[in-house]
Nanobody, 127 residues
Framework: VQLQASGGGLVQAGDSLRLSCASS????????MAWFRQAPGKERDFVAS????????YYADSVKGRFTISRDNAKNTVFLQMNSLKPEDTAVYYC?????????????????????WGQGTLVTVSS
């Protein structure tokens, strides 16, 4: 499975941005999709995940209520709608895929569960 993230850019605080992650390859199997991010000088952190069905989503506390993860399985694409962006949201955002239909919440937040990763897209939020 290959993942291609896009949609990053430079925005001002309070603006919105939508990231996309297109998958190709063995996309007929069920996959959990997630977004992680890595700010300069920091470790990569979990942002959000979505089950294969799309019914179950999890979010980091720092983005809850501002970010929304969704997916379109017919187009093999997952989205991250980011509203009310803050300077602290500045990071490289990575999409990831785990070859499972669902995971318990604690597992869905762990990088080790995800076998496939995109190349990352940079989001910069100015104050």
């Amino acid at each position: 499975v290959q993942l291609q993230a896009s949609g990053g850019g430079l925005v001002q605080a309070g603006d919105s941005l939508r990231l996309s992650c297109a998958s190709s390859g063995r996309t007929s199997s069920p996959y959990i999709m997630a977004w992680f991010r890595q700010a300069p000088g920091k470790e990569r952190d979990f942002v959000a995940s979505i089950s294969w069905s799309g019914y179950t989503t999890y979010y980091a506390d720092s983005v809850k209520g501002r970010f929304t993860i969704s997916r379109d399985n017919a187009k093999n694409t997952v989205f991250l709608q980011m509203n009310s962006l803050k300077p602290e949201d500045t990071a490289v955002y990575y999409c990831a895929a785990a070859p499972k239909a669902s995971l318990p919440e604690t597992h869905s937040r762990q990088e080790v569960e995800y076998a496939y990763w995109g190349q990352g897209t940079l989001v910069t939020v100015s104050s």
